[in-house]
Structures are given as structure tokens and as C-alpha cells.
């Protein structure tokens, strides 16, 4: 089946440092990755929609500016938590859709992991 | 807009009894995907069913079964003869046909399998 790898699985930062996290399809290219964020004990909430060569599409009430996307090629996106405060501290997680638009699972990354202390 | 609720938050069983979790979605579009995953205490995501608005045929896979009801608009799911490892939370998600795999998820389930 298809792999999505992250990285890194968990980081510990300092408040206002900035993180860069790594979403790559190993097996298959992606046009389109999509971000997700989860709070302790809480549901999955997408963050972000990134397609490649273009501009990532936010959802609501998450600052751009904040959480910076990019989509350089087929095969990776990052996520990039500018200056982290201890309130962004939660569990990334990334997934894929294929270039061939096939509706088929959700291929996910393992996940993030960060802690800002 | 999309919604997924899942009423339930935890469950506890002791091993060997059978546990159903409950799932019942919104969405205004015709054809859409419905899913079930198992996050596990480490925190990824495992993937256990796909299904489209258009099969509504239960399925069964060793000790997990799915309902699917249009009507009620609800995919329930169903471990029989839980075991420990079975322990998580587990997610219901929904995407619609031309989202690609953007979902929506429910709040999750966690169960507990006592031995």
C-alpha cells in the first residue's frame, strides 16, 4: 500500500522558536496533502488543504501566517509553526491523496508530535 | 457543511464482550465516503474501512462488522468478542465525492477492553 512518512514523529521546542514538520509520499505522488491537528484527547481537525505549485488553503480560524505550508513537489509538504508558544503544542498529522484523484483511503503520516515548553 | 457525531466518548467492556460504536453523519451531497479509524495510545492513525454513499451492504472483517444505514444516516461499527488490543480510540470520518480525502471527523470513541 501507499507510505506517507513524517517527520520528525515528536519535537520539543522553546516558545517562539520555529518547527518545520515533513509530510512525503514515498510510493506515489501527491497533488494534494492535507494537515491536521489534535489536541489532547480531542478529535482531528483539519488545518490546511495543500496542493502542489499553489497556495495551501486554510481553514477557518487558523492563521496562515502562524502555520506556514508549502508544497514545493509531488512527493512533499511541510508545515512550518512559526514562533510556537506552549499553546501549539499538540499532535501533526498529514495525509495524501494520490495524483490519480482515486478516491481511495486516507493515506496518513504517523504524526507530530510537539511539545513547547 | 459536513458533521460527524459520535455520541458516545468511552466505552468500557471487559474482554470477550462484543461493543458497538454508534456514527451518524450530516452532509447535503449524494455521493460521499464514509471511514473508520483506530488510533491507537501511540497516536497513528489505522485504517480500517472505506465506504461509499452508493453500498450500503454491511460488511464484516474477522471481528469487526459495519452497518450502514441511509435512512438513518448512520455507519455503525461493531467489535465482537473484544479483546485488550483493542483499546483505542476510534474515529468515524466523512468526505463528499469531489473533496478527495479531505475528512471530517466524529470526536472519537475511546474504548477500554478490561481483561
Known amino acids: 500500500g501507499a507510505v506517507v512518512s513524517q517527520h520528525p514523529s515528536w519535537v520539543i521546542c522553546k516558545s517562539g522558536t520555529s518547527v518545520k514538520i515533513e509530510c512525503r509520499s514515498l510510493?506515489?505522488?501527491?497533488?494534494?496533502m492535507f494537515w491536521y491537528r489534535q489536541f489532547p484527547k480531542q478529535s482531528l481537525m483539519l488545518m490546511a488543504t495543500s496542493n502542489e505549485g499553489s497556495k495551501a488553503t486554510y481553514e477557518q480560524g487558523v492563521e496562515k501566517d502562524k502555520f506556514l505550508i508549502n508544497h514545493a513537489s509531488l512527493t512533499l509538504s511541510t508545515l512550518t509553526v512559526t514562533s510556537a508558544h506552549p499553546e501549539d503544542s499538540s499532535f501533526y498529522i498529514c495525509s495524501a491523496d494520490p495524483w490519480e484523484g482515486m478516491n481511495t483511503e486516507a493515506f496518513f503520516g504517523q504524526g507530530t508530535r510537539l511539545t513547547v515548553v | 457543511a459536513q458533521k460527524v457525531t459520535q455520541a458516545q466518548t468511552e466505552i468500557s467492556v471487559v474482554e470477550k464482550e462484543d461493543v458497538t460504536l454508534d456514527c451518524v453523519y450530516e452532509?447535503?451531497?449524494?455521493?460521499?465516503?464514509l471511514f473508520w479509524y483506530k488510533q491507537p495510545p501511540s497516536g497513528e492513525l489505522v485504517f480500517l474501512i472505506r465506504r461509499n454513499s452508493f453500498d450500503e451492504q454491511n460488511e464484516i472483517s474477522g471481528r469487526y462488522s459495519w452497518n450502514f444505514q441511509k435512512s438513518t444516516s448512520s455507519f455503525n461499527f461493531t467489535i465482537t468478542a473484544s479483546q485488550v488490543v483493542d483499546s483505542a480510540v476510534y474515529f468515524c470520518a466523512l468526505t463528499f465525492g469531489a473533496a478527495g480525502n479531505k475528512l471530517t471527523f466524529g470526536g472519537g470513541t475511546r474504548v477500554l477492553v478490561k481483561p
Open positions: 452532509t447535503r451531497d449524494t455521493t460521499y465516503y
Open positions: 510510493d506515489f505522488q501527491a497533488t494534494t
